[in-house]
């Protein structure tokens, strides 16, 4: 028996790093021991947007569809950065006392709770404080990952300066991605670590969803 839930972002990176961090919380934070199946919504709609306002077109068609289709998702879990204001509060409204649906903020970009995992960052990158340059922000004990303006260049830099790979993060390197929640996440993401590097996005992220995972193993066990 797996449990599904579904995911709405603003990209792909998203969808790649996310099922992994909700792996973890599930386990770690609510004692959710079915397997989850995380995958993106927007598949179900024909829309052609990306970005926060694919994001905002996904939420609206599929809380249309929810009055007519049966869908078996535990919960939908929304991810946008801080940018996005409008969006969110037009999310927000429609999302309002609908507890299937958590909304989440990842600040500047979703990299930053990928650097809020220090230990793990730096095994994948094969790199340590003291091996980085002078001037990366990235080694200093004072780091903050939710205070970092580009998470993006941030990753990059570090990708770049490391020989384990052949090419840098970019922009957003998909197969990176994938590399790190693979090799990281999905066993032992620090889940306690990135919520102290990014508190207003991540803390309440997790909050949130180790909430809606216990509401979901309450509603199994009343219909077991």
């Given amino acids: 028996m797996s449990t599904k839930i579904g995911i709405i972002s603003e990209g792909p990176i998203d969808n790649i790093l996310l ?7 599930a386990a770690d934070k609510a004692g959710f021991t079915w397997p ?12 052609r947007k990306r970005g926060h306002g694919g994001v905002l077109e996904t939420v609206r068609a599929l809380i249309t569809a929810l009055d007519t289709q049966h869908f078996d998702h535990a919960c939908f879990v929304i991810v946008l950065d801080r940018k996005t ?3 969110r509060k037009a999310i927000a409204h429609l999302i309002l006392g609908r507890d299937r649906f958590v909304l989440g903020v990842a ?5 930053a709770w990928w ?10 990158t094969n790199l340590r404080p003291n091996t980085l340059p002078e001037g990366i922000q990235y080694a200093r004990d004072d780091y903050k990952a939710e205070e970092d303006p580009r998470p993006k260049k941030t990753l990059d830099k570090l990708t ?3 020989d384990r790979f052949d090419r840098s993060y970019g922009e957003g390197n998909a197969d990176m991605a994938a590399d ?3 090799r990281f996440w999905k066993r032992g993401a620090n889940l306690d670590a990135i919520a102290v590097q990014c508190p207003r996005g991540f803390g309440r992220f997790q909050k949130a969803m ?6 979901a193993k309450a509603r199994s066990s009343s219909r077991a």
């Fill in 36 to 47: 989850l199946d995380a995958t993106d919504v927007a598949q179900h709609f024909p829309l």
């Fill in 180 to 182: 790190f929640a693979d």
């Fill in 210 to 215: 180790a909430n809606a995972f216990r509401r």
């Fill in 85 to 87: 204001e409008e969006v």
């Fill in 115 to 124: 650097l809020g995992d220090r230990p793990n960052t730096f095994a994948w």
């Fill in 107 to 111: 600040i500047e970009e979703i990299e």
């Fill in 19 to 25: 099922p992994a961090l909700l792996e973890r919380i």
């Fill in 160 to 162: 770049c300066i490391s």
